[in-house]
């Protein structure tokens, strides 16, 4: 089966940092658009980072602009999302997944809809306390 795992969460004080790796199982990421979400309790699924098959090109929420860096490996079918000066806002479950549909060939990413990825990692939590 096709899938993606996630791991590299953990519980981290305020100013920490944290990589999370999320490797393909089952099929070649290269030729896909690598997305990572977050969802905080009570909260809405979001989009934190991406990063395009073509030219690597990525796209950041405004709230973590300077502080995260999205990044692929291809030769060894993983990506990573490096979080740096983390927050306590920046709780959650952070999920990796594949954009499936609504992507346009050579762009730029503009936004991130969850509706529009699949192949859904299980999740690994950060926590960012005191």
């Known amino acids: 089966q096709a899938r993606l795992v996630e791991s590299g969460g953990g519980l981290v004080q305020p100013g920490g940092s944290l990589r999370l790796s999320c490797a393909a199982v089952g099929f070649t990421m290269d030729r896909w658009t690598i997305g990572w979400f977050r969802q905080a309790p009570g909260k809405q699924r979001e989009g934190v980072a991406c990063i395009s098959n073509i030219d690597d090109n990525t796209y950041y929420a405004d709230s973590v602009k300077g502080r995260f860096t999205v990044s692929r490996d291809n030769a060894k079918n993983t990506g990573y999302l490096q979080m740096n000066s983390l927050k306590p806002e920046d709780t959650g479950v952070y999920y990796c997944?594949?954009?499936?549909?609504?992507?346009?060939?050579?762009?730029?990413?503009?936004?991130?809809?969850?509706?529009?990825?699949?192949?859904w990692g299980q999740g690994t939590q950060v926590t960012v306390s005191s």
């Open positions: 997944a594949i954009q499936v549909e609504g992507y346009v060939i050579g762009g730029v990413p503009t936004q991130m809809n969850p509706a529009e990825y699949g192949y």
